[in-house]
C-alpha cells in the first residue's frame, strides 16, 4: 500500500473560507439525512452523515488543490485507512487538514473479513487506532480475504458464498464492529472466477450479512459491471434482487475499468484507472431508482488524472443524484 504525503500543513480557515465551503451546497434536490453507523463526537462523525452528494478518493497528487481551491462538485472525501497507520508525520496533518474540510469516510483493504481463521487482531487494532485519531463518518471494508494467517498477498480474493463462509464473515464483521463501536459498510467485490461450492446469490449473501450483523452495504456498481460481464449473470437482475431484500445500502462506488483480451475472451479488470464507462452509468442510474440518491464516490487509483478530472465525474454523478431526488420529492 503506498503511503501518501504532504507538502506542508494547511493553514487554519479563515472566516471567508468557512463562509465559502458553507456555500458549496449539495446539488438541489439531495439532503443530508441521519445515518445508522453509529455516533460519536469528533469532527468526522459530529458533521453528521455523509451528504446524499458525490466525493472523491484522497489522493497526494490533489492535495494542494482540494485545501485551496476545492472544486464545487466534490461534497465529501474517502481515503484508505492503511494509508494514515503511521504514528503522527504529515500524512496525519495533511488528513487533519483535509477532515476540516470535508466530511471523511475511512474505506480498508487489508482487515480480510473473509478469512476462516479469523481477523488478524494487529491489524485490527491499527484499524482502530486510525479510526479513534480522525473519527470519520463512515468507516468500510471489502468482501474479500486478503492471504492465510500471517501473509498479506496485496489483493481482495474471492471466497465461495456458503453458509459456512456467510457464518465466518458475519463473526467476523461482528468482531470488528465491536471493536470500533460502530456500524461498518461491507463491499460488493470485483469477480474473475465463480466457485463450485457456492450456493447463495451474492445479493442474498450481502443481504442476510447485514441483516445478522446489523452492518451496512456498500454498493459498487462498477464491480456489479465487470463481475457480470465476466461471470455472465445480469446486472440489472441482481441490483433488482438486492433491494427486493432491503438492506441498507450506505454509500455507492464508481470508477472506470479496462479490457483484457484472454484466449480469445475478454475479461474486465477493475482497475479504477479512467473515466466510469456509459454501461456503469446506466447501472448507477437503475441502482439510484432502487436505494434512491446515495453517497456516491468516484474511485480512480491508477493513471491518476488532475483533479478536474475527478472533478468533472463528480458533477457528472451529482446531476443523475440531483435528478433522482427531484423524482423523490415529486412522488412524495
Not at 506542508?8 to 445515518?35: C, E, F, L, M, Y
Not at 451474492?202 to 452495504?217: K, N, V
Not at 438486492?242 to 455507492?252: D, K, M, N, R, S
Request: hydrophobic share 40%.
Amino acid at each position: 500500500m503506498t503511503h501518501h504525503s504532504a507538502k506542508s500543513k494547511a493553514a487554519p480557515r479563515t472566516t471567508r473560507q468557512a463562509t465559502d465551503h458553507a456555500a458549496r451546497s449539495v446539488p438541489r434536490g439531495i439532503p443530508r439525512v441521519p445515518s445508522f453507523f453509529g455516533k460519536g463526537k469528533g469532527k468526522g462523525k459530529g458533521k453528521g452523515a455523509l451528504p446524499r452528494a458525490p466525493g472523491i478518493g484522497l489522493k497526494a497528487l490533489h492535495q494542494a488543490d482540494l485545501l485551496e481551491a476545492p472544486p464545487a462538485s466534490v461534497h465529501w472525501v474517502e481515503a484508505h485507512t492503511e494509508n494514515f497507520m503511521a504514528r503522527g508525520g504529515p500524512t496525519h496533518r495533511w488528513l487533519d487538514a483535509i477532515r476540516d474540510r470535508f466530511p471523511l469516510s475511512l474505506h480498508g483493504v487489508a482487515l480480510s473479513l473473509g478469512a476462516a481463521h479469523g481477523v488478524d487482531p494487529d491489524h485490527l487494532a491499527r484499524v482502530k487506532a486510525v479510526v479513534d485519531r480522525f473519527d470519520p463518518v463512515q468507516v468500510s471494508e471489502h468482501l474479500a480475504w486478503v492471504g492465510p494467517p500471517g501473509i498479506y498477498l496485496n489483493d481482495l480474493l474471492p471466497l465461495p458464498l456458503t453458509e459456512d463462509s456467510l457464518a465466518v464473515v458475519a463473526d467476523n464483521v461482528s468482531r470488528v464492529q465491536g471493536t470500533l463501536g460502530r456500524s461498518i459498510l461491507v463491499e460488493n467485490p470485483s469477480q474473475y472466477l465463480a466457485f463450485h461450492d457456492t450456493v447463495l446469490a451474492e445479493p442474498d449473501f450481502l443481504a442476510e450479512l447485514a441483516r445478522r450483523t446489523g452492518c451496512g452495504l456498500l454498493l459498487d456498481v462498477n464491480n456489479v459491471h465487470v463481475s457480470a460481464v465476466n461471470l455472465g449473470f445480469d446486472a440489472i437482475g441482481w441490483l433488482d434482487r438486492l433491494a427486493a431484500q432491503g438492506p441498507p445500502v450506505g454509500e455507492i462506488h464508481l470508477a472506470g475499468h479496462a479490457d483484457r483480451e484472454v484466449e480469445g475472451v475478454t475479461i474486465l479488470i477493475d482497475d479504477h484507472g479512467s473515466r466510469v464507462r456509459p454501461a456503469v452509468w446506466d447501472l448507477y442510474d437503475h441502482a439510484l431508482s432502487l436505494f434512491g440518491p446515495t453517497p456516491t464516490l468516484i474511485e480512480w487509483d491508477s493513471d491518476v488524472p488532475p483533479l478536474s478530472v475527478l472533478a468533472d465525474e463528480a458533477a457528472q454523478a451529482g446531476a443523475r443524484l440531483a435528478a433522482h431526488g427531484e423524482r423523490e420529492m415529486a412522488d412524495a
